[in-house]
């Protein structure tokens, strides 16, 4: 899969300012909700509710939260009747984009999203007419420069490639490792119990290609992912603009 390219908001890596916590939370908390009430609320038998607590722990949400928004999920307390929605559009330059959220209201977050995409130059697209240019995956990022059992870039790959990758890509010193989607719990807990340090993990929408872009065009692009993550329903962004 080498020279694929991946994009994600950067809300987890940004500094988290007080404005933005709240928001923040309550993104997370609809994760962990939808996690539970699909799969039940044990983590150790649902990997989706396991990841995404552990997303929210990165974010440093109070345990408090986690366990009110696990058991919204499970219906011991009374909640949001939420949904789980994906969104094919175009941005500028005709960037590929794919839309994740999740929401109480359709109507209202699909006109939201609309208006975001009006605004800086983007577009809804018809059902599956981009999705078709991306592959679900597994996800996982390693520092090579935090790990303490190997410093060798050959080393580190080999582990993955050994726990079950399908593929493995360097981009400076960071190892970005790609599973089946329904192998990335076993291959995060493979490296783990390896001594590797996992920086990042989750289930994303993979570009097979990725697309050039006039530096105009990746900033423009770059605004319109902001006005979408800003959004509440909008969980992640996925693009095939290239790095």
């Not at 989706?48 to 440093?60: D, P, Q, R, V």
């Not at 993979?206 to 319109?224: D, V, Y």
Request: glycine share 8%; net charge negative.
């Amino acid at each position: 899969m080498s020279g694929h390219s991946h994009f994600k908001t950067i809300k987890y890596r940004k500094e988290i300012t007080d404005k933005k916590r709240g928001k923040i939370f309550s993104k997370l908390s609809r994760v962990i909700s939808i996690a539970a009430k699909e799969k039940g609320g044990d983590p150790a038998m649902n990997p989706s509710l396991k990841l995404a607590i552990e997303k929210a722990k990165e974010a440093n949400m109070p345990k408090d939260n986690i366990e009110k928004a696990i058991k919204r999920g499970t219906g011991e307390l009374a909640g949001e009747k939420l949904e789980e929605v994906l969104f094919d559009a175009y941005g500028p330059e005709g960037v590929a984009i794919i839309i994740e959220g999740i929401t109480d209201n359709t109507n209202r977050t699909l006109g939201e999203i609309k208006q975001a995409l009006n605004q800086h130059g983007g577009k809804l697209a018809n059902e599956g007419s981009v999705r078709w240019m991306f592959e679900k995956k597994g996800y996982i990022a390693i520092d090579a420069k935090s790990q303490t059992s190997t410093s060798k870039k050959e080393g580190l790959e080999l582990l993955a490639i050994e726990a079950g990758a399908d593929d493995a890509l360097w981009r400076d010193d960071y190892l970005y490792v790609y599973t089946k989607p329904e192998e990335l719990e076993k291959v995060k807990t493979s490296l783990e119990e390896k001594g590797i340090t996992i920086e990042d993990s989750s289930l994303d929408w993979i570009a097979k290609e990725k697309a050039e872009t006039k530096p105009e065009s990746k900033e423009a692009c770059l605004k319109l992912f902001e006005a979408l993550d800003e959004l509440d329903a909008v969980q992640e962004i996925y693009s095939n603009i290239g790095d």
